[in-house]
């Protein structure tokens, strides 16, 4: 009987430490125009995916060499990232249109493809997301307050729109 309660405060911790975190990362994505192509999107220097950077998410400049690309894709518990290029380790993240991250992928330095990024939560049929490149802070752990956020010199986020279907 104590082992049950006690797994149950265990799971019911971790439950609202998750919850605590999700809503502490909170950001907005502004709306951004139709992607290059109807089902393709592609970070380009012309690309205005913009981002409300608040002021626990730091941000670094981008040497020019980094990518994404993505796809429309069907609704689940895994986004599929068509491509990415990173000039040094670092992590491509999902996010929605609330700015909730809901899962992020590390990739080592260089051009990667078909790069699979599992959630904590599903993508919904209909919804658009995000997908953006973060520099590591060095401990090799995804953290939303610590990890950087790439950064075009036009204040454009590295970053790709794809919608669940």
């Known amino acids: 009987m104590n082992q049950a309660i006690a797994a149950a405060v265990v799971v019911f911790l971790i439950a609202a430490a998750w919850y605590v975190g999700l809503m502490h990362g ?10 290059p192509s109807e089902n393709q999107s592609t970070s380009t220097p012309s690309a205005t995916n913009t981002t409300n950077n608040s002021q626990t998410t730091p941000s670094v400049a981008a040497t020019g060499n980094e990518s994404v690309t ?17 000039p040094q380790m670092g992590w491509v993240a999902v996010r929605d249109n609330n700015g909730h991250v809901l899962g992020a992928a590390r990739v080592e330095a260089g051009t990667h493809a078909s790069v699979v990024v599992p959630l904590l939560r599903v993508t ?26 790439l950064m075009r010199a036009d204040a454009s986020v590295v970053g790709a729109m794809f919608s669940a279907q």
């Open 26 to 35: 909170r950001t907005e994505i502004e709306n951004t125009p139709t992607p």
């Open 70 to 86: 993505v796809v429309d894709q069907p609704a689940g518990s895994s986004v599929l990232v068509a491509s990415v290029s990173v």
């Open 124 to 149: 919904e049929s209909g919804g658009r997301y995000q997908v953006l490149l973060y520099t590591d802070d060095g401990d090799r752990e995804y953290d939303l307050h610590k990890d950087s956020l």
